[in-house]
């Protein structure tokens, strides 16, 4: 491996330390994958000890170095690395319960467990893209703020898995078209997956794939210290991204496991871990690490804090202070909000007939001065997503400090970079695309429900009403399939004002992403007043009945509020008192006081009719609906009102429904 010491030690029994944990965390665990961490510890020494910018003792200080471990198989390679370096609620009896119920050890890294964990991994691939989200982020940032107050690298390690993932593609070229010069991606090269060796089902060049869209590739050894030295060193000098190939052997120290399947997601074993200890000379007991070797690894996780102190020094005295306190800590959403509200007003008393999605645009134009953080972007539909406000300049590698992201036709890689730009900080990502195509979006918006990051994701095209391209662009099952991910909010408004008070609700949730649903057709105005975010309870009453105790609710979200509104006038003029919920945010409404959700879902007495363009799941448990107006197929190509009309999604199918289910009840 390399004969210089770190911090006094032989950098091969710094990294046998790694290698024994996880080897003994396993064990006791029996379960876990062993065999990346056993491969890997060579690599991740030198890393940790000679060019992380990091301090454990201020884990989100913000000019620190991003590490990503997106082969999150491995997660006790990274839970070894922060009990050794000294991150104070990484301890040893962690680290023993290890895979246990309420352990901050998880089967996979989850970055709301610990310290030290950038981004929950785990799914292969999008670690990768969390790592150019966050690299896009710190230049930004530093183009913004200087380079005195941000000037750090973003560290991934990716194995093959993350390389075989479709994502992977999407990622890498973005980042090459952007020259993310501060991201360096360390391929953990041992050639072996599950089912054996790689070549079984890839035999791809990933160099040559890398160096294709722009990146710098390098080669190591990751077995010996001046190798993987070398290669470090260089990928500091590059204009581009970096890829190296690490070349290491699978379970390395295991004398029968050692480069074979049977490393990768199994305990050793008693008798071959032991034998494993034996072959590196390891000869301490379970989760036993000697004095020196401990005292290195802390100096090593102390090596940090005078470069931070440095920092820290600078910032005091920096003329941008208050503004990078702000933009790190989300102070500028007030702002926002309070000009959104100036906007929602405004929008009240002009009562436009527009697309929801034309309403969002609006709203981002309305805001996106109060909120430098803000930074948006497309998957290559920015004028259907109206999501470019006017004045945006886009992020290039010459401009590094626009506001607005050509994400290309990439929505996975696109909505996974936009999790790791709001987990690095400073900046509050949204982006857009055809709400049907949230599909290829939906794993990296259920990992930024799960991580809790704000992640803002503007979905147009929302039903049928997206017309003539038919039934492969037209979402049907979208809306309530988004409802099924926990701590997701879906917003699908009913007009300009609801489209204000949506945005408003998703720039100030700052625990979970957000997914608003917007219309490619145009409604009407149905609110005149906007003195109040009625949205933000998930459900109203917005037109209420006349003439007597009503007889009818009706239930609707987005363009189908409308249809529920004519239908009740018609039914209000037959003599039938009827009632108009909007139910813009399900999940909004869930969480209202039992008394709200009763009084909005009104008595048993009445027929409860719900409205959607959309498959009819959830509608039942949310309020109880005696029917349901919307799809049950597939859409087909049409102009929107055909469609419409078509599919029963009409106001006379309301009203024609109401008086049966009257008739049936008398």
């Known amino acids: 491996m390399g004969t210089d010491l770190i911090e006094g030690v032989e950098p091969r029994r710094l990294a046998n330390a790694i290698r ?35 301090d454990p003792t201020e884990p989100t200080w913000p000019d620190r170095d991003r590490f990503v471990l997106s082969a999150g198989h491995g997660s006790m390679l990274l839970y070894a690395l922060l009990h050794l370096t000294g991150y104070a609620d990484m301890t040893l009896d962690e680290i023993k319960n290890f895979r246990q119920l309420g352990s901050k050890t998880a089967g996979h890294p989850e970055n709301f467990l610990a310290s030290g964990i950038e981004t929950t991994t785990g799914p292969l691939g999008q670690g990768f893209a969390n790592a150019v989200g966050m690299a896009i982020a710190e230049r930004q940032l530093a183009a913004r703020f200087g380079a005195d107050l941000v000037d750090h ?41 599950i089912d054996g060796p790689v070549s079984l089902s890839d035999t791809t060049d990933q160099k040559a794939r890398f160096a294709a869209s722009g990146w710098t590739t390098l080669s190591c050894d990751g077995h010996d210290v001046a190798s993987v030295s070398k290669a470090f060193d260089a990928a500091l000098k590059s204009d581009k991204p970096v890829f190296i190939a690490c070349k290491t052997t699978i379970g390395f120290g295991s004398p029968k496991r050692a480069g074979t399947s049977k490393a990768h997601g199994e305990a050793l074993g008693a008798d071959e871990l032991a034998a494993t200890k034996a072959a590196l000379g390891w000869e301490f007991g379970p989760f036993e690490v000697p004095d ?25 005295a920096h003329a941008k202070r208050k503004e990078f306190a702000a933009a790190i800590n989300g102070e500028n959403v007030e702002a926002a909000v309070a000009q959104l509200a100036l906007h929602a007003a405004k929008v009240a008393g002009e009562k436009p007939n527009v697309a929801t999605r034309a309403a969002s645009g609006a709203a981002i134009e309305a805001m996106f001065e109060a909120l430098p953080e803000l930074l948006g972007g497309s998957a290559d539909l920015t004028p259907s997503n109206n999501t470019l406000a006017k004045g945006a300049i886009d992020i290039t590698p010459e401009n590094p400090g626009g506001r607005y992201l050509r994400y290309g036709i990439r929505e996975f890689g696109m909505a996974a970079a936009m999790n790791g730009m709001a987990l690095h900080g400073g900046v509050i990502p949204y982006g857009g695309t055809f709400m049907t195509f949230s599909d290829y979006s939906r794993p990296a918006i259920r990992l930024a429900a799960l991580m809790g990051v704000r992640a803002i994701h503007v979905l147009t095209h929302d039903s049928i009403g997206l017309g003539e391209d038919g039934p492969t662009h037209q979402p049907v099952e979208h809306l309530p399939a988004l409802r099924a991910i926990p701590n997701l909010c879906v917003f699908r408004p009913a007009d300009a004002v609801e489209t204000v008070e949506c945005w408003q609700l998703a720039l100030l949730r700052d625990d979970g992403p957000s997914a608003l649903a917007l219309s490619r057709q145009a409604t009407p105005a149905l609110r005149a007043d906007a003195s109040e975010n009625l949205s933000a309870k998930g459900a109203y009453e917005l037109v209420a009945a006349e003439g007597g105790e009503s007889k009818v ?75 349901f107006i919307g799809m049950s197929s597939f859409g087909t190509s049409a102009p929107a009102k055909d469609a419409y009309k078509h599919f029963g999604i009409t106001s006379e199918a309301i009203v024609e429904v109401a008086k049966a289910l009257l008739e049936e009840m008398d």
Request: glycine share 10%; proline share 2%; charged share 20%.
């Open 553 to 627: 609710a009706i239930f609707a979200t987005g363009t189908e509020v409308a249809l529920a509104v004519t239908a009740r006038d018609v039914l209000q003029k037959a003599g039938i008192p009827t009632r108009v919920v909007s139910a813009p945010c399900f999940e909004l409404f869930e969480v209202q006081s039992d008394d709200y959700q009763d009084e909005v879902c009104g008595s048993d007495d009445e027929v409860k009719i719900g409205v959607e363009a959309a498959i009819g799941q959830g509608w039942l448990e949310a309020f109880g609906v005696h029917a």
């Open 292 to 316: 020196n070797i401990r005292a290195a690894w802390k100096k090593i996780g102390q090596r940090g804090a005078g470069v931070r102190e440095q920092w820290a020094s600078r910032f005091k």
């Open 153 to 193: 690298r973003t560290w991934c390690i990716v194995g093959d898995g993350c390389l075989m993932e479709g994502v992977s593609q999407e990622a890498l070229a973005l980042a090459g078209r952007q020259k993310l010069n501060k991201l360096i991606v360390i391929w953990d090269d041992n050639s072996i997956s």
């Open 20 to 54: 024994a944990l996880a080897m003994d965390a396993v064990q006791q665990a029996n379960s876990g994958h062993p065999g990346m961490p056993m491969g890997m510890a060579d690599a991740a020494t030198v890393l940790f000890s000679k060019y992380l910018k990091f």
